[in-house]
Structures are given as C-alpha cells and as structure tokens.
Nanobody
Framework: QVQVVESGGGLVQAGGSLRLSCAAS????????LGWFRQAPGKEREFVGL???????YSVDSVKGRFTISRDNAKNTVYLQMNSLKPEDTAVYYC????????????????WGQGTQVTVSS
C-alpha cells in the first residue's frame, strides 16, 4: 500500500511558478506510476499529467511546455514544476498512485493525497 501527501501549493500571480511535491510512503514506490490531477470549483477532477514507473512522462496539451513532472525514487517523491501559471490553472491539485499501467483515468488510481490548493491571480 502507498500513501501520498502533496505540498507546495499557494497563491501566485499570473506568469509565476510553483513546484508541487508528492511524497509517498510504502514499499515498491519505484514500481508505481504517479499521476497529477486538478479540480477547480464546480468542475470535475481532470488529469494533468503523469510519470510512469520507468520515468516516462505525459501531460495534457493545456500544460505542455509549462508544467514538468519528475520523480526522485531515492526520496520517494514526485514533483510538478509549474511555470507561466495562468488564472485558469487555479484548482486543488492531487497526486495519485497506481500499480496498473499509466493512465489518465481517475478510476485507475488507487491511492490519493488530500490535495493542495493552487491559486493564480490575474
């Protein structure tokens, strides 16, 4: 079993940067794929990107070129570096882990953090 805890959210002006961290506990962390999701008020939770157990990454078009996902297996931590932030990036950001194949589907992830708020002001 894996537990994940997000941190690093906050308030930033448009064009600014934040780095979110997802610290995981549990054995075999290196064998899990980690996904980042976000949920804005009144909207469904949406997929942002992922990093597979082998280090491959994928992100949605709306954040490509601005967001970067990386992982440090020695520290059991995954990062979401967010640059050139826009007001529409405002949401609660969640980290989730899956032992299945890398996926963009919420239902494919078994372990979720509590979320961290990111607010981008215009």
């Amino acid at each position: 079993q894996v537990q994940v805890v997000e941190s690093g959210g906050g308030l930033v002006q448009a064009g600014g940067s934040l780095r979110l961290s997802c610290a995981a506990s549990g054995r075999m962390f290196s064998m899990y794929s980690l996904g980042w999701f976000r949920q804005a008020p009144g909207k469904e939770r949406e997929f942002v990107g992922l990093i597979s157990w082998s280090g491959g990454t994928y992100s949605v078009d709306s954040v490509k070129g601005r967001f970067t996902i990386s992982r440090d297996n020695a520290k059991n931590t995954v990062y979401l570096q967010m640059n050139s932030l826009k007001p529409e990036d405002t949401a609660v950001y969640y980290c989730a882990a899956t032992s299945r194949s890398p996926s963009s589907r919420v239902d494919d992830y078994d372990y979720w953090g509590q979320g961290t708020q990111v607010t981008v002001s215009s």
